[in-house]
């Protein structure tokens, strides 16, 4: 790794940082203000949905700009956002805020939100950089540690965000962003980031150009399999991301829950440093998978008990797995796509793939409150399994769990025998 790839990753780590800190500063504040779960709901699916629908545009961002410029106007952009956050804020009697359907509240907290989705335009561009930066056999190493500084922001971010909204106030909470992002500017300014003028190969350069896009992806055969695999994967992965909260609160105060995530998230950090260290073998793709079966397995017995210990044991080697998710595939798109092409592509990836989560955050609901909960506290179930596995509501998200984790398991062994897995895998090898 050289020094310039590690200034890189240092001034991403605050942008990253400070982007997840107001998201979370914000949703607590929220809550708070308005004492409304509605809002805070809706504000999770304004922010998925952005998150989603923002990826084709900007991975088209990426490819037509340099990279370095497209990270500058990311935090430019946020930077903006976050100044007429500020205004209104100061402008605004603290009893607007109090009220769920006051159209001013409503403008803050979008501009805080789209603020902090501006940060997706830097975290493409880092993507495409390692490709500039980094030489071929080192790559899944430096992927591994944009996973680890992703996992500390989100760390720091999470811990940090509730003191301050608690002790300080959503005002400096404004303030500590403003200044971070400003430093994050300065900073990346003085950072010489040389790059080769941009080749444009096609005329669809300046629109978002998703049927080019698709057209090569699909030159890359087997690609389209694993994007949907991984699309597949994270719609799954949306019912612990919608319920956890509520199953891990059954099992003790929100206090202990708080601190917990904040120990758990450090199995981001743990997987990162690891593939930064030992790579990810000589089968990025291989190694996805196989990491993709250990989270299922998981996923299938941690909620076989109610059992705060199996739960967090779980969760951590859980979660100290995602990196490994994620710097494979960015592996692979590193490899078989052409850099000219790579942020529209990371772009289409991201959009595609967390598309899945506000679906199953919307379907899931329902799904457990009218059939596994009913299931699991006055229907068959409590005659079936309750004698050994438990009765009540938390057992009836426990089943759901098992249940996903048995789905996923059984999905991703199905993908790994499938002609897709070949081609893509003998493809890769090419490289």
């Not at 002790?167 to 400003?182: A, E, Q, R």
């Not at 494979?328 to 899945?356: D, H, K, M, N, Y």
Request: net charge positive.
């Amino acid at each position: 790794m050289t020094k310039l790839f590690y200034a890189v990753l240092a001034n991403s780590l605050v942008a990253s940082l400070t982007n997840t800190f107001v998201w979370f500063a914000v949703t607590f504040w929220v809550y708070l203000q308005t004492k409304s779960v509605l809002a805070t709901s809706i504000m999770a699916g304004v922010y998925l949905v952005t998150v989603a629908i923002s990826g084709f545009f900007l991975g088209t961002v990426v490819d037509r700009y340099k990279k370095k410029t497209a990270m500058m106007l990311s935090s430019i952009c946020s930077l903006v956002l976050y100044l007429l956050a500020y205004i209104i804020f100061v402008s605004t009697p603290p009893a607007v805020f109090t009220d769920a359907s006051n159209i001013i509240l409503w403008v803050f907290i979008i501009l805080a939100l789209i603020g902090a989705i501006a940060g997706n335009l830097r975290t493409i561009a880092l993507s495409t950089l390692v490709t500039i930066v980094i030489p071929e056999p080192k790559r899944d190493k430096a992927n591994g540690l944009v996973g680890t500084i992703n996992g500390v922001g989100f760390l720091v971010a999470s811990t940090f965000s509730g003191l301050v909204i608690g002790f300080l106030g959503v005002f400096w909470m404004l303030v500590f962003s403003i200044g971070l992002t400003i430093l994050a500017i300065v900073h990346l300014w003085t950072v010489p980031i040389s790059e080769q003028k941009i080749i444009h190969t096609e005329a669809h350069t300046n629109h978002i150009d998703i049927r080019g896009t698709i057209r090569v992806i699909h030159l890359v055969p087997g690609l389209f399999a694993l994007i949907f695999f991984n699309t597949f994967n994270n719609f799954l992965g949306g019912v612990f991301m919608s319920l956890m909260d509520a199953y891990g609160l059954s099992l003790v105060s929100v206090q202990v829950w708080g601190i917990l995530w904040g120990f758990l998230s450090l199995g981001f950090i743990v997987g990162g440093l690891v593939v930064a260290k030992k790579g990810l073998g000589k089968s990025p793709l291989r190694t996805l998978f196989l990491a993709n079966i250990v989270m299922w397995i998981i996923a299938i017995f941690f909620t076989i008990q109610a059992s705060i210990v199996l739960l967090t044991i779980g969760l951590f080697i859980y979660l100290c797995l995602i990196p490994v998710v994620e710097a494979s595939e960015q592996t692979i798109l590193q490899t078989v796509i052409p850099p000219e092409r790579q942020g529209r592509v990371f772009g289409f990836a991201q959009s595609i793939e967390q598309a899945a989560s506000p679906l199953t955050a919307f379907t899931i609901g329902p799904i457990a409150q009218f059939i596994f909960i009913p299931f699991m506290t006055t229907g068959a179930g409590v005659d079936l399994i309750g004698t050994w596995f438990g009765t009540g509501t938390d057992r009836g998200i426990a089943l759901l769990f098992i249940v996903t984790g048995l789905i996923g398991l059984i999905v991703t062994l199905m993908a790994m025998r499938s002609r897709a897995y070949r081609k893509l895998s003998a493809n890769y090898q090419k490289y």
